[in-house]
T-cell receptor, first 112, second 113 residues
Framework: NAGVTQTPKFRILKIGQSMTLQCAQDMNHNYMYWYRQDPGMGLKLIYY???????DKGEVPNGYNVSRSTTEDFPLRLELAAPSQTSVYFC???????????FGPGTRLTVT | AQRVTQPEKLLSVFKGAPVELKCNYSYSGSPELFWYVQYSRQRLQLLLR?????SIKGFTADLNKGETSFHLKKPFAQEEDSAMYYC???????????????WGLGTSLAVNP
C-alpha cells in the first residue's frame, strides 16, 4: 500500500495563478481531509469529505475548492493564488470520525 | 468553543531526563483525544489515543477530566524522540458524524545529548 500520496512535493506560483494539489489514498477510506500548516500555527482544516460526492468546509476554506468524485482521490484547487496561501498542505484520510488519520507527505507551496 | 491548548512551543530536555508535553482542552462533551507526532522529514502520524490507554515508544498520556488535560509523558527521553508533537481533540458536531479533529499548535521537543 502506498497509503496517502500527494503531488507535487513543491511548487512556486505567481500571484493570480491557479493550480490543483493532488491527493490519493489506496486504503479505501471514506474520510479525507485537507489541512494547511503555517509556521507556529499548527494545522488548520481547509475542507473535508466523508465520502465520494460529499464535501464540507473546514476552518479556512476561502480561496480553495475541492471535489470528491471517487473514494480514492481528493484534489484541492487554488483558483487565484495569493501570498497568504503560502503554506505546507497536508492531505489525510481515515476510516471514519474518531479513527486514526493517515497523512500524506505534504506539498510545500510558495506564492510570490 | 472547543479548543486545544499546548502552552509550550518548544521544550528542550537532556537525554535520560523525564519529559512532559502539556495539552489542555476545552470541550463540553466526552472528549476523544490523540497525540500525533511529526519526526524530521517524515509525515505526521498517530502516536497514541486516550481510549486505547497504551504506551507507545515509552510515551503515555492520561486523560484528566477534572483538569481537562491530556499531557504526554515519558520517564527517560531519547534523542530520537526529538520531533513536533500535536495534541488533537475529536470534535462532535451537532449534525451526525461530521466530526473533525481540533488541533493544538504543537510543541517542538528537542532532546539534547
Amino acid at each position: 500500500n502506498a497509503g496517502v500520496t500527494q503531488t507535487p512535493k513543491f511548487r512556486i506560483l505567481k500571484i493570480g495563478q491557479s493550480m490543483t494539489l493532488q491527493c490519493a489514498q489506496d486504503m479505501n477510506h471514506n474520510y479525507m481531509y485537507w489541512y494547511r500548516q503555517d509556521p507556529g500555527m499548527g494545522l488548520k482544516l481547509i475542507y473535508y469529505s466523508v465520502g465520494a460526492g460529499i464535501t464540507d468546509k473546514g476552518e479556512v476554506p476561502n480561496g480553495y475548492n475541492v471535489s470528491r468524485s471517487t473514494t480514492e482521490d481528493f484534489p484541492l484547487r487554488l483558483e487565484l493564488a495569493a501570498p497568504s496561501q503560502t503554506s505546507v498542505y497536508f492531505c489525510a484520510s481515515s476510516t471514519g470520525t474518531g479513527f486514526e488519520q493517515y497523512f500524506g507527505p505534504g506539498t510545500r507551496l510558495t506564492v510570490t | 468553543a472547543q479548543r486545544v491548548t499546548q502552552p509550550e512551543k518548544l521544550l528542550s530536555v537532556f537525554k535520560g531526563a523525564p519529559v512532559e508535553l502539556k495539552c489542555n482542552y476545552s470541550y463540553s462533551g466526552s472528549p476523544e483525544l490523540f497525540w500525533y507526532v511529526q519526526y524530521s522529514r517524515q509525515r505526521l502520524q498517530l502516536l497514541l489515543r486516550h481510549i486505547s490507554r497504551e504506551s507507545i515508544k515509552g510515551f503515555t498520556a492520561d486523560l484528566n477530566k477534572g483538569e481537562t488535560s491530556f499531557h504526554l509523558k515519558k520517564p527517560f527521553a531519547q534523542e530520537e524522540d526529538s520531533a513536533m508533537y500535536y495534541c488533537a481533540l475529536n470534535e462532535a458536531h451537532n449534525a451526525g458524524n461530521n466530526r473533525k479533529l481540533i488541533w493544538g499548535l504543537g510543541t517542538s521537543l528537542a532532546v539534547n545529548p
